[in-house]
């Protein structure tokens, strides 16, 4: 009997800290997320500059000549495996009125993983490294594959995932007509 009494406020005291520790979290993250702004459809998008594969500095935000499309995505992605082969049709065939930016989430993947990703699916366009997290913090980043289509002025046009090419190729005809 005395033995059950000591497991219940063991069990009891377990259950307290979980508690406790559920409340501390969901309150870092509300504060966390209170000071990134919400990502909203004809806001300006956050800015970031990040290195690329080839050695030079991206940046996006703010007004640019060309729409511009951000695509996050990793190496080890099966859906970003599944949707390389659209990217590169679209950028082939609109590279001169668009620019489109492959945001590696570095973080979690390796450098070697990424290089043969992008050989293997034969990217001409920039790819960026995320090293430190930041740009998929910043755009509050929940799963890749995710893109970003951004207007001439750096505003949010539309957050889209894994599209048919036709239907990829069909929104960046819009995002060019804007």
């Given at each position: 009997m005395k033995r059950k009494g000591l497991m219940f406020g063991f069990a009891l005291v377990l259950a307290g800290l979980a508690l406790f520790q559920s409340f501390r979290i969901d309150r870092q993250l509300s504060v966390s997320a209170a000071c990134r702004p919400e990502l909203k459809v004809e806001s300006p998008v956050p800015a970031f500059t990040?290195?690329?594969?080839?050695g030079g500095e991206y940046k996006v935000g703010g007004v640019r000549d060309k729409p511009l499309m951000v695509n996050f995505w990793a190496s080890w992605c099966g859906p970003c495996r599944e949707e390389a082969p659209a990217l590169k049709q679209v950028y082939d065939r609109y590279k001169g009125q668009f620019d489109l930016y492959a945001v590696n989430v570095?973080?979690?993947?390796?450098?070697?993983?990424?290089?043969?990703?992008?050989?293997?699916?034969?990217?001409?366009?920039?790819?960026?490294?995320?090293?430190?997290?930041?740009?998929?913090?910043?755009?509050?980043?929940?799963?890749?594959?995710?893109?970003?289509?951004?207007?001439?002025?750096?505003?949010?046009?539309?957050?889209?995932?894994?599209?048919?090419?036709?239907?990829?190729?069909?929104?960046?005809k819009k995002l060019i007509a804007i």
């Amino acid at each position: 009997m005395k033995r059950k009494g000591l497991m219940f406020g063991f069990a009891l005291v377990l259950a307290g800290l979980a508690l406790f520790q559920s409340f501390r979290i969901d309150r870092q993250l509300s504060v966390s997320a209170a000071c990134r702004p919400e990502l909203k459809v004809e806001s300006p998008v956050p800015a970031f500059t990040l290195k690329g594969l080839d050695g030079g500095e991206y940046k996006v935000g703010g007004v640019r000549d060309k729409p511009l499309m951000v695509n996050f995505w990793a190496s080890w992605c099966g859906p970003c495996r599944e949707e390389a082969p659209a990217l590169k049709q679209v950028y082939d065939r609109y590279k001169g009125q668009f620019d489109l930016y492959a945001v590696n989430v570095t973080r979690g993947d390796e450098l070697e993983a990424v290089r043969r990703f992008v050989k293997q699916a034969e990217f001409s366009f920039p790819v960026l490294l995320d090293t430190s997290g930041e740009a998929a913090e910043a755009y509050r980043l929940l799963f890749v594959p995710t893109s970003f289509l951004i207007d001439r002025q750096g505003r949010l046009k539309e957050v889209i995932h894994v599209l048919p090419p036709d239907e990829l190729e069909d929104k960046i005809k819009k995002l060019i007509a804007i």
